[in-house]
């Protein structure tokens, strides 16, 4: 069965600090894909990166950085210099490759989000 | 352009009142996705709508009827709600049902039922 683990329920920093979000992942399929997901206090979930099982290349995005390795089932996410701007929900998600449809279990799997509070 | 709307932002409703939820996407998008997110929790799916047909009900009690006017509109109708439906209600669109594509989210609407 596939499942994600944000272990980090909540993670407070000082502004300009580096922070690693944590995000693990179970799966028996070869093909899938991943996600990175943002909820700031406003409600809206922002879509940050997809990353699909067969690029374990690492992504940088400006302050936002994400090292995928498949060897642990891990799919961390980094933010560099944090700002209080990055204050918010931040959710991994696993889907499983194919055509999600009703009757099988191909539907993105969400862990339970790492609560990010940066403080000035 | 990324943007998925929603419409009210809030909503307090009784329980015997019918209201509706909108949801709109100007992006091509050929799948669209209604979920509900309680405080501190993921959102849960509840119905996925493919080519303007219903293609996923999560088993969502029949109080809440969805639908999909067109490719761009979908709409989310209530009735007979109860206090424990208070929660976000979170619309999305995908390229298509096929898992690989990302969902780009709306704002939400703040549901509470008194």
């Known amino acids: 069965a596939q499942k994600v683990t944000q272990a980090q329920t909540e993670i407070s920093v000082v502004e300009k600090e580096d922070v690693t979000l944590d995000c693990v992942y179970e799966?028996?399929?070869?093909?899938?894909?991943l996600f990175w997901y943002k909820q700031p206090p406003s409600g809206e979930l922002v879509f940050l990166i997809r990353r699909n099982s067969f690029d374990e290349q690492n992504e940088i995005s400006g302050r936002y950085s994400w090292n995928f390795q498949k060897s642990t089932s891990s799919f961390n996410f980094t933010i560099t210099a944090s700002q209080v701007v990055d204050s918010a929900v931040y959710f991994c998600a696993l889907s499983e490759a194919g055509f999600a449809g009703a009757g099988n279990n191909r539907k993105l799997i969400w862990g339970l989000g790492t609560s990010l509070a940066v403080n000035p | 352009d990324t943007e998925v709307t929603q419409t009210p932002k809030h909503l307090v409703m009784g329980m015997t009142n019918k209201k509706s939820l909108k949801c709109e996407q100007h992006m091509g998008h050929r799948a669209m996705y209604w979920y509900k997110q309680k405080a501190k929790k993921p959102p849960e799916l509840m119905f996925v709508?493919?080519?303007?047909?219903?293609?996923i009900n999560e088993s969502v009690p029949s109080r809440f009827s969805p639908e999909c006017p067109n490719s761009s509109l979908l709409n989310l109708h209530l009735h007979a709600l109860q206090p424990e439906d208070s929660a976000l209600y979170l619309c999305?669109?995908?390229?298509?049902?096929?898992?690989?594509?990302?969902?780009?989210f709306g704002p939400g609407t703040r549901l509470t039922v008194t």
């Open positions: 799966t028996r399929d070869t093909t899938y894909y």
């Open positions: 999305a669109s995908s390229q298509g049902q096929t898992t690989s594509y990302e969902q780009y």
């Open positions: 709508y493919s080519y303007e047909k219903l293609s």
